[in-house]
C-alpha cells in the first residue's frame, strides 16, 4: 500500500501545481492518473499548441509548460501512479482515507484532491464483435508498456496521430505490425503517414487500407482477426494483440459516485479553500464548479494554492500555520 499525506487525482496541469503548494508546506503527494502519462488534456489533446494566458510567458507550448511544472515539483519528489483510474474512496475511522484503482492499487491518504478536469479519459471502443471479451487478453486500448509488445504480432487501427506514431514504434520492437485504416489518408502528421507509407513499401509494416476490423477470436487470448475490404471480401489475421486507437472521451465516471455534490458533471466547492461537501476531499482545476468558475490553466493554479493551505490542518493537526513568501522562506525539497 502507497502512504501520502496528499492523494491528487488527475496529473494535469492543476495537479501537479497542487504538489509545489504542498510541497512548500511540507505535505509530501502521490499523484494517481488514467492516462499513461501526466500533463492531462494539455498532453494528450494539445501538447504541441502554444498557450497565451499563463502569467509570465507571453507563449508557452502546451508540452512545454507540463514539463515545467514537473521540473518545478521535482525538489518535492511527488510518486505516481500512471495508467490507472481511482475506482473507490473510503473514509477511515480516523478520517483519513483509502484510495482504491481499477488496477487494486491502494494508496491511504489524509487528505484527498480531485484535480480530475473533465474526467477520465475513456477510449472510444469501435463496433467489432467480441471486442469486449477479449479486453486485457489480447486486446488494448493504450500502450503502457511497449515491451508487452516485444517480438509479437500487432494489428493497430485507426487514422490518427496515436495510430500512426505506435505504429512506428512498435515496427521496431515486435514481430509484425499491421496497421488497418478505413480510409485512404491519415488525420495524423503528414510527416508521421509518410513515414508509414515509407515503411510498408519497403515491407516492414503491413498496411491495410479502406478496411475494417469486424470480428474477433480466440480461445481465452485473442487469435485471429477478421477484416472486411470495401469489396466486402473478408481477410483473416493470425494476431497476438490488437490496438484500436480511435481517441478518447471524457467521462465523469466513479467519481459521480463518492456522494459528493454534482452539478452538471462539475463537483461543487466553496470559494474558501475548495474543499467539496465533503470534510478532507477537495475539488480543484476543471472539475470543480462555483460562481464565476472559469476553466482557466491560471485559475486552477490558484485553487491549488488555497487548498494547500487548508489541507494543512488534516495533514499537520499539532502545528499552527504561517504564511511565507517563496523568496523569503525559500524551496526546502522533502
Ligand atoms: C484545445 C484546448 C485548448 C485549451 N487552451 C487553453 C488556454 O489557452 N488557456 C487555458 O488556461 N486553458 C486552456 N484549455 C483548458 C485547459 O486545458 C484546462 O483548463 C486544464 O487542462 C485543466 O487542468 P486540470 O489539471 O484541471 O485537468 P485536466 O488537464 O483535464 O487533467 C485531469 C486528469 O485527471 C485524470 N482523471 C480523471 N478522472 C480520473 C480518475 N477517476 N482516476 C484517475 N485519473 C483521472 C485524467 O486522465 C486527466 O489526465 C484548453 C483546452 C483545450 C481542450
Redesign the pocket.
Known amino acids: 500500500m502507497i502512504t501520502t499525506d496528499i492523494c491528487i487525482?488527475?496529473?494535469?496541469?492543476?495537479?501537479?501545481f497542487a504538489v509545489f503548494e504542498a510541497g512548500l508546506l511540507k505535505m509530501r503527494c502521490h499523484l494517481?492518473?488514467?492516462?499513461p502519462q501526466?500533463?492531462?488534456?494539455?498532453?494528450?489533446?494539445?501538447p504541441q499548441?502554444p498557450?497565451?494566458?499563463?502569467p509570465g510567458f507571453p507563449a508557452i507550448n502546451?508540452q512545454d509548460l507540463v514539463n515545467n511544472l514537473l521540473d518545478q515539483i521535482n525538489p518535492f519528489h511527488p510518486t505516481f501512479t500512471l495508467g490507472?483510474?481511482?475506482?473507490k474512496l473510503e473514509r477511515q475511522e480516523d478520517g483519513s482515507y483509502l484510495i482504491t484503482?481499477n488496477e487494486n492499487t491502494e494508496i491511504h491518504c489524509q487528505v484527498v484532491v480531485?484535480?480530475?478536469?473533465?474526467?477520465?479519459?475513456e477510449p472510444r471502443k469501435p463496433a467489432v464483435e467480441r471486442l469486449e471479451d477479449f479486453e486485457g487478453k489480447g486486446v488494448a486500448y493504450m500502450v503502457k508498456n511497449p515491451e508487452l509488445f516485444r517480438d509479437k504480432r500487432i494489428v493497430l487501427a485507426g487514422g490518427g496521430d496515436s495510430a500512426l506514431d505506435w505504429t512506428l514504434f512498435l515496427s521496431e520492437i515486435a514481430k509484425e505490425v499491421t496497421l488497418i485504416h478505413r480510409g485512404e489518408t491519415f488525420r495524423g502528421a503528414p510527416d508521421s503517414a509518410e513515414k508509414v507509407f515509407s515503411k510498408a513499401e519497403q515491407g516492414q509494416i503491413n498496411l491495410i487500407l479502406n478496411a475494417n476490423v469486424a470480428a474477433l477470436n480466440g480461445n481465452g487470448h485473442l487469435k485471429e482477426i477478421s477484416v472486411v475490404n470495401k469489396d466486402k471480401s473478408v481477410l483473416h489475421l493470425d494476431v497476438d494483440y490488437f490496438i484500436p486507437l480511435f481517441g478518447l472521451t471524457?467521462k465523469?465516471?466513479?467519481?459521480a459516485d463518492w456522494n459528493l455534490a454534482i452539478d452538471k458533471s462539475a463537483i461543487e466547492v466553496n470559494t474558501k479553500d475548495f474543499m467539496t461537501n465533503v470534510e478532507r476531499i477537495y475539488a480543484?482545476?476543471?472539475?470543480n464548479t462555483y460562481p464565476g468558475k472559469l476553466?482557466?490553466?491560471?485559475?486552477?493554479f490558484h485553487e491549488a494554492a488555497l487548498m494547500a493551505q487548508s489541507a494543512f490542518k488534516y495533514v499537520f493537526p499539532e502545528q499552527k500555520l504561517s504564511f511565507k513568501y517563496t523568496t523569503v522562506n525559500g524551496i526546502h525539497a522533502l
Not at 465523469?252 to 467519481?255: A, K, S, V
Not at 480543484?284 to 472539475?287: C, S
Open positions: 487525482i488527475g496529473a494535469g496541469p492543476v495537479g501537479l494517481i492518473d488514467a492516462l501526466v500533463g492531462g488534456q494539455l498532453s494528450e489533446i494539445y499548441k498557450i497565451y494566458d499563463i502546451a490507472e483510474r481511482v475506482e484503482s480531485i484535480a480530475a478536469g473533465l474526467g477520465s479519459f471524457p465523469l465516471g466513479p467519481i480543484i482545476g476543471d472539475i476553466k482557466l490553466i491560471l485559475c486552477g
